[in-house]
């Protein structure tokens, strides 16, 4: 006899079949992501070749553009169609040799940055004498002091009353003389913010007219707050150096100049100026299948500051998203969703690569399922928020599920959170509603001692860190590639400023510069 069973009846045993099928697919994809990112890292090999090979990526610089083209070939050798798209012009610029020596009162060699975009020395050495920006009146006073700076040096910044940084002076000093350094460091700094402006300019337009009096060139040494390290942003000047130098080194003139004694220092720095240069996005793409038409991102700035190599900003958010790539071509090499990275420029100067990414390609910003960026230093990802998306929770959540604990146990999540306004690459996407979320990682010290520093440099990554950011990347750009459903972008509420008792705002957009350093 012959069992007759109405279709129905199968129906939930191929279901419960073909969810079990679509889990144990899932699973092995992602066991293969963690098994090729723990066994087969390209990290250090992608360091060295970025940082030490190729190093600071300054916007509008050679070694930019070398990045960018040496990305581009990266990618082809792994098999992901990879491209250099231009956004815009820069100035062009390359630093050359520097050489600063006091050779009066004693010789001893000084530590010094010339900032990026300095005007260099041609083939001259200039030795003069060294003279701080002295306390007058006011600006008449400053007028009839200009002539005196004629050929010499000027150094203008606070000189600081200690180079050791505050946990140093916690762990050991006696309250009462903290709170006495604490206290004379507060007064110098308003002190020498008086000071400058009563010469009736800026920090900023300063040296252009110092530069115009006669000077040698300008001194300056931004301090960082941390053992030996300095900020090095960029120069005002248009026809002299200016050069950061060392506290150490800055504080020995100071005091020289100080006691009466009139140090003299000789300097010699080169720099190349290149006229208008292209500035470039590095984009890669893995196709996507059944939904081509939507995308999965990976995020990260790509130029640097020069003062050292750029390795945690944003070398190592560089080497996550690439790394990220190369894993997922190998063991997901047709993904539902297009696979998109960005690697912009000029984030530094103000987000521009990613900015011009965003008003140039609206049907991917359109279509986006959603965008991760790591942009703060070499430490594991601790923080996911959600930008002020009311159901980021729903798909965040359900895309963090799968990652190894090891991993995901370490990361706290705020949602809806608060959109970004600015800071990073993501924000360029939060400001017109896409769905761009930030992998903030741990400190490892940055803000002190590798941000924008002379010592953001390859010894400061810590591959075991970068290793798992680019596992948990892979895995979450997987799961958002895989999701049946589309994500939502509704806003939350963002409730007020506890500042100000105002209405929080959702960032605008802002523009591109697409020409910089030009005008």
Same mark, same amino acid.
């Given at each position: ?33 963690? &098994? ?39 990618? &082809? ?319 965040? /959540? ?97 409730? /007020? ?23």
């Amino acid at each position: 006899m012959k069992l007759k069973l109405n279709s129905l009846t199968f129906l939930p045993a191929v279901a419960l079949l073909l969810s079990s099928s679509f889990a144990h697919a899932q699973n092995s994809v992602i066991d293969q992501i963690v &098994k090729e990112g723990n066994e087969n890292s390209q990290l250090e090999t992608l360091a060295r070749e970025l940082m030490d090979g190729i190093g600071p990526r300054l916007v509008g610089t050679p070694q930019m553009l070398k990045a960018n083209e040496w990305a581009v070939a990266k990618y &082809k050798k792994w098999g992901v169609s990879a491209r250099n798209e231009k956004w815009g012009e820069w100035r062009g610029w390359e630093r050359g040799i520097s050489h600063i020596d006091m050779v009066y009162p004693r010789v001893k060699s000084l530590e010094g940055t010339q900032l990026a975009w300095s005007p260099g020395m041609g083939d001259k050495t200039v030795t003069a004498e060294v003279i701080a920006l002295p306390d007058l009146a006011d600006s008449a006073a400053y007028q009839a002091w200009l002539p005196s700076i004629k050929g010499k040096f000027i150094m203008i910044s606070m000189p600081q009353p200690t180079g050791r940084p505050d946990y140093n002076w916690k762990e050991f000093a006696m309250k009462e003389s903290f709170d006495k350094m604490q206290a004379d460091r507060t007064a110098k700094t308003t002190a020498w913010a008086n000071r400058i402006k009563k010469t009736g300019f800026t920090s900023r337009t300063l040296p252009v007219i110092l530069e115009n009096a006669g000077a040698a060139g300008i001194i300056t040494s931004n301090w960082s707050a941390g053992f030996g390290v300095d900020k090095i942003f960029s120069a005002y000047t248009k026809k002299v150096p200016t050069v950061d130098v060392a506290l150490e080194d800055y504080s020995l003139l100071y005091r020289l100049t100080e006691s009466g004694i009139k140090p003299k220092i000789s300097m010699h720095t080169e720099s190349k100026e290149l006229g208008v240069v292209p500035t470039y996005n590095t984009l890669a793409e893995i196709k996507g299948g059944a939904k081509a038409n939507e995308y999965v991102m990976l995020s990260a700035h790509f130029d640097s500051w020069d003062g050292g190599t750029g390795a945690t900003d944003n070398g190592t958010g560089t080497l996550t998203m690439m790394e990220a790539m190369r894993i997922l071509k190998k063991v997901y090499p047709k993904p539902k969703r297009t696979i998109l990275v960005g690697h912009w420029g000029s984030e530094e100067q103000g987000l521009n690569g990613s900015r011009a990414f965003v008003e140039d390609h609206p049907e991917i910003v359109k279509n986006l399922q959603a965008l991760f960026n790591q942009d703060n230093g070499t430490g594991r990802v601790v923080n996911i928020g959600g930008q002020g998306y009311a159901k980021a929770a729903d798909y965040i /959540t359900r895309w963090l599920k799968p990652v190894p604990s090891y991993i995901r146990d370490s990361i706290k999540t705020s949602f809806p959170g608060v959109p970004g306004a600015g800071g990073s690459d993501f924000a360029s996407f939060v400001a017109v509603g896409a769905p761009g979320f930030s992998l903030s990682s741990l400190g490892w010290s940055y803000g002190n001692y590798t941000w924008h520093t002379n010592r953001d440099t390859y010894d400061k990554i810590v591959f075991d860190d970068v290793r798992r950011n680019a596992i948990l990347t892979a895995i979450l750009i997987y799961m958002a590639s895989e999701d049946a459903e589309r994500t939502s972008t509704e806003r939350a509420p963002l409730g /007020t400023n506890p500042r100000t008792g105002q209405p929080l705002k959702w960032p605008e957009q802002v523009k591109a510069t697409r020409r910089g350093g030009l005008d």
